[in-house]
């Protein structure tokens, strides 16, 4: 019935307008009520909205919300089956954004990211070909424009303006693209979070990656040590603000990734050159290329520790002189980015801090302290689970296992 109310609407435009709410209404199932669930109906009428779409684009454009809630249908709610709409959801939207009838709006590229973590193998797959193939290449900066802004979207920090900012961009009055039923915030979370990040910075060229790590310096870590900013809430002890906590978090696990380590791409363009100098057939135009790529590489790379050294680095003093301060958790990630800069870029981080000597002799001692307690804490943390097994397995501790020993001992003397 959808599919040919759906051509009789391509039609005659009046009849359009007068139907295109009774699809969208379609699309957003209640599955509280008792009413029979069929996804065929909604699948059908989010296909009959794209054609509608193409034919009138002003018209469906301001229930883009509503086809992009899709994305995520039946998330979380019991008994829902609906991986079929969400297939159609991704190949619908990134056929009509290829196209130029849909615009990125709002959030919807975070429910394109929350897509590819779907449990569902088939939609994920098809998110990440979509979205990391024709999408990213015909929108290359997509990515590295939309990073800060993914990190204050996934962990739910509503209150911050790049959160606001970036749920209101692309708006024209049809209505910004929300998050709602999308919950990849907190613990739970987190691992989806990771996955992401990687994900986006893999897709990302060496400056692009230089431009991310001194927006996330800047906007984020810079951030937290404004007073009265919003950020300034998570810097505190265990009563700081969740969401901006989070973000904070993720921001220091972010910059210690492989993934947003410039020269990785660079590397493995070398390695493909010294292949190619071993193949018979070469052009000439090959080892100048494989060279120039390398030469990049390192200019890149020098510029990222200059950079890190330089800029980041004396952020993270301040930071962490008020985490300590607060007697914040946000302590034990900080110090684990200090520690990888004093191990990758010891020198260049020696001379930034040249004129400082008390403070790089400071910050040098806390980086080994920080490596002797994460050793020690793995140490009984290991050491707890081995506990844990043996009582589950009804065996004491060393000292009841050593005592049984020495009275089968002394049973066998006698």
Known sequence: AFVALGKLCLRDGDLAKNCINLFARELDYDYSSSAPDSES????????????????????????????????????????????????????????????????????????????M?????????????????????????????????????????????????????????????????????????????????????????????????????????GALAEGSKLRAGTSGSGGEPSCVAVLNDCLEILVLPEIRVGRSAATEQADADDDENRPMM????????????????????????????????????????????????IAPLMNFLRVIFKNWKKEAREVLANDPNLLAELEYDCKKFVLDQKSLKEKEEKSKLDLLRKAMGVGGESEIGEAGGGGGGGGGG
Not at 155 to 163: R, T
Not at 171 to 181: C, K
Not at 184 to 212: C, P, W
Not at 294 to 302: E, N, S, V
């Open 118 to 222: 779907d449990d569902d193998d088939s939609v994920s797959q098809l998110a990440e070909m979509t979205l990391c193939g024709p999408l990213l290449q015909k929108n290359p900066l997509l990515f590295a424009n939309s990073f800060v802004e993914s990190i204050f979207v996934f962990n739910a920090c509503k209150g911050h303006p790049i959160y606001a900012n970036a749920a209101a961009s692309g708006d024209n009055g049809g209505g910004a693209v929300g998050f709602e039923g999308v919950q990849l915030d907190g613990f739970r979370g987190r691992s989806k979070r990771m996955n992401v990040y990687k994900l986006m910075l893999a897709h990302m060229t060496d400056e692009q990656r230089i431009g991310v790590t001194a927006r996330l310096a800047k906007e984020v870590l810079g």
């Open 41 to 116: 109906v909604r699948s059908n009428a989010l296909v009959v909205m794209g054609d509608l779409c193409i034919r009138y684009t002003n018209l469906v454009d301001r229930q883009l919300p509503a086809m992009a809630a899709c994305l995520q249908d039946g998330h979380g709610k019991r008994g829902a089956n609906s991986g079929l709409v969400r297939r159609h959801a991704v190949l619908l939207l990134s056929s009509l954004l290829l196209q130029d009838y849909v615009k990125w709006r709002g959030l919807l590229l975070q429910r394109y990211f929350a897509a590819i």
């Open 283 to 330: 052009t000439v135009d090959g080892p100048m290329n494989a060279q120039f790529a390398a030469a990049k590489g390192k200019l890149l790379t020098k510029m990222s520790k200059k950079h890190t050294c330089e800029s980041v680095l004396p952020i993270l003093v301040n930071l962490k002189n008020l985490l300590e301060k607060n007697k914040s958790p946000l």
